[in-house]
């Protein structure tokens, strides 16, 4: 299936600093996802990103959080400030017509 | 809303063994129903997914998952378990209403020899 790049796969920063995730889906996909997974537990869904535009988001998409893919090509999540709840990893995820996601392989974020 | 119930936080099975992993759903609208495998520090793997139709699908590395709407379930299993096969599943839901994609809270699988 089609590949979906998240460079890097850690990062680590100090609480209240800004981080951007960046999501590289290599190939063209209009339909974009970010998941968050604390450690152990399941996936849950974020926010879901249509043709330029947020089209759903979930109660974890705080307001803190941004969604963009500012040059057609990396889809990014921000957070601006991080809060020490933001430690997870962080998966992105492409949609093709047959309704089937593709995931990277995440970023995890570690907020000291 | 969409949720999904995997009752079943570990299974251990022993190598050649069947399983069986359980997950219950509900949803509006046309249920999508999805299996996904995620094996250590990797993003999810998609193992099969349910269109509307055949209710039993087949899947990847001799998976397969039955759709009941009468019990609300989609089973995953597979006739003789790997080693390699250790992984946590996630079952998962979206419809025709969201291109949301609902999760479960995932079953970890362990192999033993």
């Known amino acids: 299936g089609p590949k979906v790049l998240q460079i890097p796969s850690h990062q680590i920063i100090d609480m209240g600093q800004m981080v951007t995730l960046n999501c590289d889906p290599v190939s063209n996909h209009l339909y974009f996802y970010w998941y968050k997974q604390i450690l152990g537990q399941q996936m849950e869904f974020l926010v879901n990103?249509?043709?330029?535009?947020?089209?759903?988001k979930s109660k974890l998409f705080k307001d803190q959080f941004s969604v963009e893919r500012p040059d057609g090509s990396y889809f990014t999540l921000k957070i601006q400030p991080t809060a020490l709840e933001d430690s997870a990893v962080y998966f992105c995820a492409i949609e093709d017509s047959s309704y089937e996601q593709y995931f990277g392989p995440g970023t995890r974020l570690t907020v000291l | 809303a969409q949720s999904v119930t995997q009752p079943d936080a570990r299974v251990t099975v022993s190598e050649g063994a069947s399983l069986q992993l359980r997950c219950k759903y509900s949803?509006?609208?046309?249920?999508?129903l999805f299996w996904y495998v995620q094996y250590p520090r990797q993003g999810l793997q998609l193992l099969l997914k349910y269109y509307p139709g055949d209710p039993v699908v087949q899947g990847v590395n001799g998976f397969e998952a039955e759709f009941s709407k009468s019990n609300s379930s989609f089973h995953l299993r597979k006739a003789s378990v790997h080693w390699s096969d250790w992984a946590v599943y996630f079952c998962?839901?979206?419809?025709?209403?969201?291109?949301?994609?609902?999760f479960g809270t995932g079953t970890r699988l362990q192999v033993l020899p």
């Open positions: 990103f249509y043709n330029g535009k947020v089209m759903e």
């Open positions: 949803y509006f609208g046309t249920p999508y």
């Open positions: 998962a839901v979206s419809s025709s209403n969201t291109n949301k994609v609902v």
